[in-house]
């Protein structure tokens, strides 16, 4: 189906652990974006990626390591996961580049 | 001061009544502006861009943009309970840039 996934949905994890979020889009979107959403903080940008082998950090990078080799797919990393990591990713993609769509989100919890 | 401010919520309307949602930001520079509607536990979903002075319909959703102020709303007309969600307002705040701000967004109760 054409369109953006992320998997997994659900993950649970422990402090310390790697953790790998992935993301692939069908639409051949040069743009592509992590997003974390937290109560009281909204969405708020982690790393973006204008086109394959070319990132940039965004508001909260810390903590975090992304990478794309092939333009439909853009997968984080959570090097050593820590409690305050726990929330809502989202992965977006757009042409425009501005209009942004969204996956469905991957819920993380760190224990 | 945040980049994007939206007024708090929640917000609750009445079927059928208007639902106006506002939303101010901080760089004058700022080009695009979009409306977001993410209901409970989904992911947010693009209903509404618009990147000149003056009003931008579609269907029952109207975005008006006044740069000069540096505000832009969003009217949901004839309000459904199907409209009950969270709005996000976003906004490119460097006129160069790709990025988009979100604002904390605001919860829309749609009462029948």
């Known amino acids: 189906d054409a369109g953006i996934t992320q998997s997994p949905r659900y993950k649970i994890t422990e402090t310390g652990r790697q953790v790998t979020l992935m993301c692939h889009q069908t639409?051949?979107?040069?743009?592509m974006f992590w997003y974390r959403q937290d109560l009281g903080h909204g969405l708020r940008l982690i790393y973006y990626?204008?086109?394959?082998?070319?990132?940039d950090k965004g508001e909260v990078p810390d903590g975090y390591v992304v990478s794309r080799s092939k333009t439909e797919n853009f997968p984080l990393t959570l090097e050593s996961a820590t409690r305050s990591q726990t929330s809502v990713y989202f992965c977006?993609?757009?042409?425009?580049?501005?209009?942004?769509?969204f996956g469905p989100g991957t819920r993380l919890t760190v224990l | 001061q945040k980049e994007v401010e939206q007024n708090s919520g929640p917000l609750s309307v009445p079927e059928g009544a208007i639902a106006s949602l506002n939303c101010t930001y901080s760089?004058?520079?700022?080009?695009?502006f979009f409306w977001y509607r993410q209901y409970s536990g989904k992911s947010p979903e693009l209903i509404m861009s618009?990147?000149?002075?003056g009003d931008k319909e579609d269907g029952r959703f109207t975005a008006q943009l006044n740069k000069a102020s540096q505000y832009v709303s969003l009217l949901i007309r004839d309000s459904q309970p199907s409209d009950s969600a969270t709005y996000l307002c976003?906004?490119?705040?460097?006129?160069?840039?790709?990025?988009?701000?979100f604002g904390a967004g605001t919860t829309v109760t749609v009462r029948a």
């Open positions: 618009i990147y000149s002075n």
């Open positions: 976003a906004v490119n705040i460097f006129a160069n840039d790709y990025k988009l701000s």
């Open positions: 760089d004058r520079g700022s080009q695009s």
């Open positions: 990626s204008a086109a394959a082998d070319i990132t």
């Open positions: 977006a993609s757009s042409e425009s580049p501005l209009e942004q769509f």
């Open positions: 639409w051949s979107h040069s743009y």
